[in-house]
């Protein structure tokens, strides 16, 4: 069991995991009273994972995630007001109440949001360090998703970017037993996910995503690989959601008793019992950061009540409309004319055309000929040049010898 840090980061850790919670409980009030529109996704349960992966990221650092989110922003710094105006759909809100509860985004913050699109988060991870990495910027990004989205196409397709162009990109993921209402063991072949992106060259680890400080120490050590290695790797945090997947969730593909059993592993309570115990926080304390969270959310939702709702005539603001893309068109009509994109690529400057040719370079490819590694076992790529010389030599005295 890792040990408890000092008195401050214990009372910060738990005053975050605390405001969440409450937050949270509140939203889905706000929801049912029909406050909250669209879809609600409620993280309650899996406060200890989201604060301890924020809790080890520095603010230059980018963290992106799912539409299961307001905690994440909460916890990366974002006024709770905002996200509760976001949800309430008004101006103060995150993005002017345009988003709703499953597009949170702070910028500010380098919070990259909020995706409804299950996995669709993963590319735009492999992006942001893509551009970190361009930039010349020592930020990491932490790409955060659930289990569900490990069975995504664009999984495989980023865990093979990342370790392949050696992104400063780390990857957890929020294995709360289910996608929807499909348990882990009805919907991935391999069970043990920390294991699912080993073959693209992504290393992984499990922990217990109910323990705050486990949580910190796995994925401080992932972003130091990030970081410092530039090493990608996946992280596997078990949590639970002790709501339904959304506002609408008869939960029928769960046992009452197993919902129990998590509730006893409740990673508030369990964390702020180990502070007291050790002497390390007060009774007083722990109440004072619940009754500080319950100030706090009574005030964001008197703020998001407050906020008046979007203009009519500011209905098509901050549209993405292809006038303002510069580059290749959305919809290509094919007709016989050369098309915008390509009139573009054979324009394309110099400087652009070199640092395309050289991405095949940027991940390390090999010169000259390649052998077989199927008919001669392990490419030479790799070995050290005296044992490389060595095969090579044996390799074409067997060639010799069969012709
Ligand atoms: C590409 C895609 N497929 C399906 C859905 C419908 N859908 C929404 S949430 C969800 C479950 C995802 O589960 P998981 O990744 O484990 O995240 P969790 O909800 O447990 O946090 C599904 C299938 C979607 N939004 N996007
Ligand atoms: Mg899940």
């Not at 957890?172 to 009805?186: A, D, F, I, K």
């Not at 109440?287 to 969270?293: G, I």
């Not at 090999?366 to 001669?376: K, Y």
Request: aromatic share 8%; net charge negative; proline share 4%.
């Amino acid at each position: 069991m890792a040990d408890l840090p000092d008195a401050s980061t214990c009372y910060e850790l738990l005053a975050r995991m605390a405001l969440i919670r409450r937050f949270e409980e509140e939203a889905g009030r706000q929801y049912q009273r029909a406050k909250a529109g669209g879809f609600l996704h409620l993280a309650i349960g899996e406060e200890a994972t989201i604060v301890g992966t924020t809790s080890v990221m520095d603010e230059r650092d980018y963290l992106i995630g799912t539409y299961r989110t307001h905690g994440h922003a909460i916890a990366r710094g974002t006024d709770p007001k905002r996200v509760m105006a976001e949800l309430f759909g008004r101006v103060g809100g995150t993005s002017g109440g345009r988003g709703g509860s499953m597009h949170i985004f702070d910028r500010e913050r380098r919070f990259m949001g909020g995706y409804g699109i299950v996995g669709g988060n993963l590319p735009i991870a492999a992006g942001l360090a893509l551009s970190s990495e361009y930039k010349g910027e020592d930020a990491v990004t932490v790409c955060m998703f659930g289990d569900g989205a490990s069975n995504t196409g664009n999984f495989g397709e980023t865990m093979n970017l990342a370790a392949l162009w050696q992104l400063p990109v780390f990857f957890l993921v929020e294995n709360n037993l289910y996608g929807m209402g499909t348990s882990v063991e009805r919907h991935s072949a391999q069970t043990d996910l920390s294991k699912k992106a080993e073959g693209y060259g992504i290393p992984g680890q499990r922990v217990d995503g109910m323990d705050v400080l486990a949580v910190r120490e796995g994925v401080a050590e992932g972003i130091r690989q990030a970081r410092e290695e530039r090493r990608p790797t996946l992280l596997e945090a078990f949590t639970y959601r002790y709501r339904g997947h959304s506002a609408a969730d008869p939960e029928v593909y769960r046992e009452r008793e197993e919902v129990e059993e998590w509730r006893g592993k409740d990673p508030i309570e369990l964390f702020a019992r180990r502070c007291v115990e050790a002497g390390v926080l007060g009774e007083r304390e722990v109440q004072e950061v619940r009754e500080k969270a319950e100030a706090r959310v009574n005030a964001a939702v008197e703020a998001a009540d407050a906020s008046p709702e979007p203009a009519l005539d500011s209905l098509y603001e901050s549209l993405y409309v292809l006038d303002s893309a510069a580059g290749w068109y959305a919809v290509d009509e094919r007709s016989p004319e050369p098309h915008r994109g390509e009139r573009e690529e054979a324009e394309m400057p110099a400087t652009a055309r070199e640092l395309a040719e050289a991405g095949a370079a940027y991940a390390g490819q090999p010169h000259g000929p390649r052998s077989n590694p199927a008919v001669e076992g392990e490419p030479v790529e790799g070995m050290e040049p005296e044992v490389a010389a060595e095969r090579e030599e044996v390799v074409e005295e067997t060639e010799e010898a069969e012709r």
